[in-house]
């Protein structure tokens, strides 16, 4: 039972990365599209947007790696081994990706230094949710050899493939989705609301079209991942709400209902991430389920507690924050 | 080079980063609290202009060291998969708690960086002092963690596995709370130093200025009174290590044989062949008193430890008497800056003791560098002292040179970076 409490907290901080932090990096994707004549005033609208709020946000992954390895140590032992390569360039893009925005926020002086804090910033906003991705798809298709396997089959072949990479580019999709339509509300002009509520619908039709082409690189990786959705009902009835949601969500995008349509967008991506992790629940990895690798029961004890603690001290400052920034407009 | 020292490398390369941002951020804090405080009070705009560029550091110090804090907790596993695989279950407590601490002064600080006229001026410096206070209990917390390796406490290892947990045991070793307030001290004596010796600069190429004066003044009596009681605090977990690691105790003082009394060592370079150390300065009795306060105990010496458990004994002993002397140079200086803001104010900004605290504003860290040299080196070749060596928690992944490579060059560019900014961020202000 505790295994499964301290799995719940560990998949709420993981959902609130992505809901949250995830948008961060999407925003980042964003700037990558840049509207014609509405460029400076779409960095302002993020600098803004992000500044009071991205370092809280990123804590949700700080929390995750800390019950993954309190929790969890086996897992999160076994993970670091086989996904080194990919978690170290997702770090890679976790420290350039902070750096870089608030070095182009902090800097005394503006000048061409500007454009190449914007440049790093972009690349390491791409880098990061494709990597999380990656790893996300390769513990999915739980390709983990023997130990005394050679350095391909240990250390690469796990996670570079043709499935892992789709999970990638639909998570880098999603968070850029999700931080589209927070833009919405966010925008202070009618050209910039409109120019974000463009780029939301968008960016869920790419959403649909990648998640159709992480089912078909399954298929060429040898896994029938329609069959395994199919077959959990729970899953199932997800993956129709979420596209069910698609109706509503255009209609508030279309209608400029900001707030509704965030509460949408955010559901829709909750939907897609809960049938993600009851198809793959209870197994980590290969051989390692949640109940293999939970610490004992005196540590998982001693977590909870710690963690519903933290979570009294953390959600009534947190609120505070985001009414404080987000609660005005929108 | 081997991938255990490629790992090791990248481990010390990412903690010696990632300490100078985390004390930055542990103490800058605070003195932005005192001057906006002061600006609350007196409306006197200077100190709202000082509060408004100290927090611009902040924001940066801040960021840089929360990015590099996230890739260490992904660096323990990513090159000690052996190492969480156990201690994960044992010590993640402190962990949580700091990721709480941290959690909470993310919010503090958005909410300071970005409510200037948000929030009720209150509520806004309130905020201020929770980046500062929360600030300081990750940095104990994580620091337990720390304690913990080298005083492992809280399981039974029983055929190489850790059974019994207490996690409170583990996170309440005997190490954790001395090792952990010689920590927060020494960030406040560092960061007070470093902020006192730029302004001095200010102060040098602009006698009148009076932000600098308030600076200096703030910066200079928090980095005094820490300077001032860091040598007492250390002579503390002194007594700590030598009961509970007596091989990095040896290692420190350059000590090859048991003596009783034992003579401290000053300086000179220990060859482990030869097991003396040449051209130092020798003080008897001195070191039976600083390790258990008495001039007649016996301290233990390497002659006890088996050879292949020896740490690095020149490291740690050279090391170790860099971080004494500079800690000693900065409490005397700090004492010396007390006197003049009690009694003669006006000789604080005396040129010659502004040029002094210019000399003085790089050694408190040079000092924490030592010191994490002194406690990680000396703990060698345990990364849990007396159960498990570094070499068998080395992950199995060959070529562990590409990473170390990468994050090495990553960190100094950043240094370099963060380095040219803070000099942009001083000429914007001068």
């Known amino acids: ?70 929790g969890f140590p086996k897992a999160y032992a076994a993970m670091a081994v086989h996904f080194h390569i990919p978690l170290t360039l997702m770090l890679l893009g976790v420290i350039l990706r902070g750096c870089a925005f608030t070095f182009r926020s902090y800097d005394a002086i503006r000048d061409r230094s500007q454009r190449y804090y914007t440049g790093v910033f972009m690349i390491a906003s791409v880098l990061t949710p494709l990597m999380l991705g990656v790893v996300a798809g390769a513990m999915f298709l739980g390709r983990v050899p023997a130990p005394g396997s050679g350095f391909m089959a240990s250390y690469v072949s796990p996670w570079l493939n043709l499935f892992s990479f789709s999970v990638g580019l639909l998570t880098c999709v999603l968070f850029a989705f999700l931080a589209a339509v927070y833009l919405v509300g966010e925008a202070h002009t009618e050209e910039l609301a409109k120019l974000f509520s463009k ?85 980590f990895l290969p051989r390692l389920t949640i109940y293999d690798a939970a610490a004992p029961e005196a540590t998982l004890r001693f977590l909870s507690g710690g963690l519903i603690v933290g979570i009294a001290i953390i959600f009534p400052a947190l609120f505070f924050l985001l009414r404080v920034f987000k609660g005005q407009r929108g | 080079m081997t991938d255990l020292t490629a790992a090791r490398s990248q481990m010390g390369i990412s903690l010696g980063f990632h300490i100078i941002f985390a004390a930055i951020g542990v103490a800058m804090p605070f003195l932005m609290a005192i001057s906006h405080w002061r600006w609350l009070k007196t409306k006197e705009q200077v100190y709202l202009d000082l509060t408004e560029t100290w927090s611009k550091g ?29 201690a994960g279950a044992i010590i993640g407590m402190p962990f949580s708690w700091e990721g709480t601490a941290f959690f909470l002064e993310a919010i503090a600080l958005g909410i300071f960086l970005y409510g200037w006229k948000r929030v009720k001026p209150w509520v806004h410096w309130g905020s201020g002092l929770v980046i500062g206070i929360s600030g300081a209990l990750s940095a104990l917390f994580v620091v337990c963690a720390n304690g913990w390796m080298n005083s492992p406490a809280g399981f039974d290892w029983v055929n190489g596995q850790a059974v019994n947990i207490d996690p409170w045991a583990a996170m309440f070793n005997r190490s954790a709370l001395n090792e952990g307030l010689h920590m927060v001290i020494a960030a406040f004596a560092a960061t007070g130093f470093a902020a006192a010796g730029l302004h001095a600069i200010g102060l040098l190429r602009n006698p009148k200025s009076v932000f600098h004066r308030k600076a200096l003044e703030i910066a200079v009596v928090i980095g005094a009174v820490a300077a001032v009681l860091q040598p007492l605090q250390g002579d503390r977990l002194a007594k700590d290590v030598a009961v509970l690691q007596p091989p990095k105790l040896a290692a420190m003082e350059g000590l090859f044989k048991t003596e009783q009394p034992a003579a401290l060592t000053l300086g000179g370079i220990p ?65 010396t800056a007390l006197f003049f803001f009690f009694r003669k104010r006006e000789y604080l900004v005396h040129p010659r003791f502004l040029k002094t605290l210019v000399f003085c504003a790089p050694l408190g860290f040079i000092a924490i560098e030592a ?46 970076v963060v380095a040219w900014l803070m000099r942009r961020q001083f000429r914007h202000v001068g």
């Open chain 1, 199 to 283: 780029r939301a619908r968008a960016m869920n039709i790419v959403a649909v079209f990648s998640g159709a082409f992480v089912f078909l690189s399954a298929h060429l990786d040898g896994m029938s991942l329609s069959q395994r959705f199919a077959s959990d009902p729970i899953s199932l009835s997800c993956m129709a709400l979420a596209t069910l949601i698609l109706i509503p969500l255009w209609r508030c995008l279309h209608r400029r209902h900001a707030r509704a349509a965030r509460f949408f967008a955010a559901l829709q991506v909750s939907l897609i991430l809960l049938g993600w992790v009851k198809v793959q629940f209870p197994v």
């Open chain 2, 271 to 335: 060859s482990e062949e030869d097991q003396t150390v040449r051209y130092g300065l020798r003080i008897p009795r001195l070191l039976s008193f600083l390790a258990h306060d008495d001039i007649h105990s016996e301290v233990v010496g390497l002659d006890q430890v088996p050879r292949e458990n020896w740490p690095p004994v020149l490291v740690v002993h050279e090391a170790f008497d860099l971080m004494v002397g500079l800690g000693s140079l900065l409490a005397a200086v700090g004492a």
């Open chain 1, 1 to 70: 039972m505790w295994a499964e409490i301290v799995g719940a907290f560990l998949g709420v901080s993981v959902l609130l990365y992505c809901l949250l932090g995830g948008a961060d990096f999407g925003a980042g994707i964003l700037e990558l599209f840049r509207g014609r004549n509405l460029r400076d005033k779409q960095q302002e609208l993020i600098s803004h947007a992000m500044g009071p709020v991205w370092e809280a946000n990123h804590m949700w992954l700080v929390l995750a790696v800390v019950i993954l390895f309190n």
């Open chain 2, 58 to 86: 902040v924001a940066i110090f801040f960021a840089t060291g929360a990015v590099s804090g996230t890739v260490l907790s992904f660096e323990l596993g990513l090159l000690w998969p052996k190492f969480m695989e156990h």
């Open chain 2, 371 to 416: 010191g994490w040299l002194v406690t990680e080196m000396g703990r060698q070749p345990w990364i849990i002292y007396g159960v498990m060596k570094t070499q068998d928690a080395v992950t199995p992944m060959p070529g562990l040179i590409y990473p170390m490579t990468l994050f090495s060059t990553v960190y100094l560019f950043l240094a370099f």
